[in-house]
């Protein structure tokens, strides 16, 4: 086995579950220890606008101004990446997320009661979901941690098909920093953090074509924080 293989199998979805359960239901308990620092949020936000709007220019025929028809937002949580921002370039946006008491957050927001802007909201884990709806937009962010390589390009295998003829998907995702370049296991939530190159197979294997890739920009040195990269995906055509 090569060496950056298998680290996935010590990813248990209950553990993850019953770590995120005890987590507050609010955006700063999203961040763990970062929402203590509302600089993140706001950072990660305003470079997430910004990346997109470079992603729509790079697609034929996708509309550079205005918004989107309908995002959907992977691993939502609490809705932090709606709310700061999917809300605010898509009409509308759907949500996907196991822990039943984020998903009440979402399904009590405003965002969901009054502006409409989110719909489906779909309390289930990215390994079980299919989507049954066509997206402008696929936005995963901080969450494919939580599944293993195999569930991880199904995942995508279904979010391609799901794409809009001029539809995106975009993974934004802290990268690992292991010495030896490996995927690296963390058993506090029962994650894996991988490598670049390690994203970039699984983007191959899932029938993806890379149109651009950025880190994210901005936050402190100071904090020694994990590097966190975007990723936009089509499909190969
Ligand atoms: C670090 S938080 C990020 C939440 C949100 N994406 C954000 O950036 O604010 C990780 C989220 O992944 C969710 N999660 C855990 N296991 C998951 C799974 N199997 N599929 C989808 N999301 C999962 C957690 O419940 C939690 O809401």
């Given at each position: 086995?090569?060496?950056?293989?298998?680290?996935?199998?010590?990813?248990?979805?209950?553990?993850?579950?019953?770590?995120?359960?005890?987590?507050?239901?609010?955006?700063?308990?999203?961040?763990?220890?970062?929402?203590?620092?509302?600089?993140?949020?706001?950072?990660?936000?305003r470079g997430s606008r910004s990346f997109l709007a470079r992603v729509r220019r790079l697609i034929p025929g996708c509309t550079t101004e205005g918004r989107l028809a309908r995002a959907v937002d992977c691993g939502a949580g609490v809705g932090r990446v709606t709310e700061g921002f999917l809300g605010l370039v898509s009409e509308a946006v759907d949500a996907v997320e196991p822990v039943a008491k984020f998903t009440q957050v979402l399904q009590a927001s405003a965002l969901k009661r009054e502006q409409k802007i989110i719909q489906d909201v779909y309390t289930m884990g990215l390994e079980d979901w299919q989507p049954d709806k066509a997206y402008d937009l696929v936005w995963i962010q901080f969450c494919l941690g939580h599944l293993k390589d195999q569930q991880l390009c199904e995942l995508l295998q279904r979010c391609r098909a799901a794409l809009t003829a001029t539809g995106v998907i975009v993974v934004k995702e802290n990268l690992s920093t292991h010495p030896q370049g490996q995927d690296m296991y963390d058993e506090l939530d029962s994650s894996v953090t991988r490598t670049d190159d390690k994203f970039r197979a699984l983007f191959d294997q899932a029938g993806l074509r890379l149109i651009a890739s950025e880190l994210q920009l901005g936050f402190p040195k100071t904090f020694k924080l994990l590097p966190v990269r975007f990723y936009a995906l089509r499909k190969i055509n």
């Open positions: 086995m090569a060496a950056n293989e298998g680290v996935d199998a010590q990813i248990n979805t209950a553990a993850s579950i019953e770590y995120w359960n005890n987590v507050p239901a609010t955006a700063n308990g999203m961040l763990a220890m970062l929402g203590a620092y509302p600089w993140y949020t706001r950072i990660d936000l």
